[in-house]
């Protein structure tokens, strides 16, 4: 089928060649900058870039700011707005589409779009390459070894069972909190070591490394000064994170935020995934 990529990162590079590898025709806009697409079908126009396919796809998430479109492989600005409004008819596969983006969609275009992100396959998958990064992460930028290391995982969802197993596979010694009695249980089952909300204070002291995967604010200040010194932090979670980063700073704490790991980490296997999630939802 015919279908028109714009803009991304490098897992829209990665899929565009996976899209022309299993027959498609893919026109390009604002990726014209990637040395690995030299050769594809660039459109100097976004209107006649739309205009040749059915299926859009763009920037998986869509805009860091609600205005511009995520575009690494361009000098041209993508406008959130303009965007919605010149296209019309079309499915479009994106991801986190915010309130504030929702807005600029026209209901009399008759768009389907699909937040791929909010895809639970998707969901899962990605939680693969962000836990691969994590520990990448880890390893960079400690002097110890994870093996040996006492690891603290903050929240048991996708991505805190897939960090655990991986660290437990490396030696690490585990440690995971979350706030139900069932996913303590779980814990438990997989034979880490469990600990509820409502005791993490008595356990901060203890840690070389912990990885936050909760979207709020749970290291606060109460939590932060209990840290020692010599633990890295990683954030795993996407804004606002869980980490009160401005008082970690304070206390001479060392910390990461690591967002979007998965196409930084792995963006052909990234895009495989991506790939594998919309040709089931029957592209």
Same mark, same amino acid.
């Given at each position: 089928?015919?279908?028109?990529?714009?803009?991304?990162?490098?897992?829209?590079?990665?899929?565009?060649?996976?899209?022309?590898?299993?027959?498609?025709?893919?026109?390009?806009?604002?990726?014209?900058?990637?040395?690995?697409?030299?050769?594809?079908?660039?459109?100097?126009?976004?209107?006649?870039?739309?205009?040749?396919?059915?299926?859009?796809?763009?920037?998986?998430?869509?805009?860091?700011?609600?205005?511009?479109?995520?575009?690494?492989?361009?000098?041209?600005?993508?406008?959130?707005?303009?965007?919605?409004?010149?296209?019309?008819?079309?499915?479009?596969?994106?991801?986190?589409?915010?309130?504030?983006?929702?807005?600029?969609? &026209? !209901?009399?275009?008759?768009?389907?779009?699909?937040?791929?992100?909010?895809?639970?396959?998707?969901?899962?998958?990605?939680?693969?390459?962000?836990?691969?990064?994590?520990?990448?992460?880890?390893?960079?930028?400690?002097?110890?070894?994870?093996?040996?290391?006492?690891?603290?995982?903050?929240? /048991?969802?996708?991505?805190?069972?897939? =960090?655990? &197993?991986?660290?437990?596979?490396?030696?690490?010694?585990?440690?995971?909190?979350?706030?139900?009695?069932?996913?303590?249980?779980?814990?438990?089952?997989?034979?880490?070591?469990?600990?509820?909300?409502?005791? =993490?204070?008595?356990?901060?002291?203890?840690?070389? /490394?912990? /990885?936050?995967?909760?979207?709020?604010?749970?290291?606060?200040?109460?939590?932060?000064? !209990?840290?020692?010194?010599?633990? =890295?932090?990683?954030?795993?979670?996407? &804004?606002?994170?869980?980490?009160? /980063?401005?008082?970690?700073? &304070?206390?001479?704490?060392?910390?990461?935020?690591? =967002?979007?790991?998965?196409? !930084?980490?792995?963006?052909?296997?990234?895009?495989?995934?991506?790939?594998?999630?919309?040709?089931?939802?029957?592209?």
């Amino acid at each position: 089928m015919n279908i028109s990529v714009i803009g991304g990162d490098s897992r829209l590079v990665e899929l565009v060649k996976i899209l022309e590898k299993n027959k498609n025709t893919v026109f390009l806009y604002g990726l014209e900058k990637n040395e690995k697409l030299v050769g594809f079908n660039h459109v100097e126009n976004i209107e006649d870039c739309l205009e040749k396919s059915n299926l859009v796809i763009t920037s998986i998430p869509l805009s860091k700011d609600g205005k511009i479109i995520n575009s690494v492989f361009t000098d041209k600005i993508i406008f959130v707005k303009d965007f919605f409004e010149k296209i019309k008819n079309k499915k479009i596969v994106t991801g986190n589409i915010t309130d504030e983006i929702k807005q600029y969609i &026209k !209901k009399e275009n008759n768009n389907e779009i699909i937040d791929i992100l909010k895809q639970e396959e998707l969901t899962i998958l990605n939680a693969i390459p962000t836990a691969e990064g994590a520990i990448q992460i880890a390893m960079e930028k400690s002097q110890i070894t994870l093996h040996g290391s006492k690891c603290l995982v903050l929240g /048991f969802g996708r991505i805190g069972k897939i =960090l655990a &197993k991986m660290l437990s596979g490396i030696g690490a010694k585990v440690y995971c909190e979350a706030r139900k009695q069932q996913d303590i249980a779980w814990i438990k089952s997989y034979g880490y070591n469990a600990i509820h909300i409502n005791e =993490l204070k008595e356990y901060l002291n203890e840690f070389d /490394f912990i /990885f936050n995967t909760i979207p709020h604010v749970i290291l606060d200040k109460d939590n932060l000064y !209990k840290i020692k010194k010599n633990c =890295l932090l990683i954030d795993l979670a996407s &804004k606002p994170g869980g980490i009160d /980063f401005e008082y970690a700073n &304070k206390l001479g704490l060392q910390t990461e935020w690591a =967002l979007a790991l998965p196409g !930084k980490v792995a963006p052909r296997t990234a895009a495989e995934y991506i790939y594998g999630t919309i040709r089931n939802l029957s592209y």
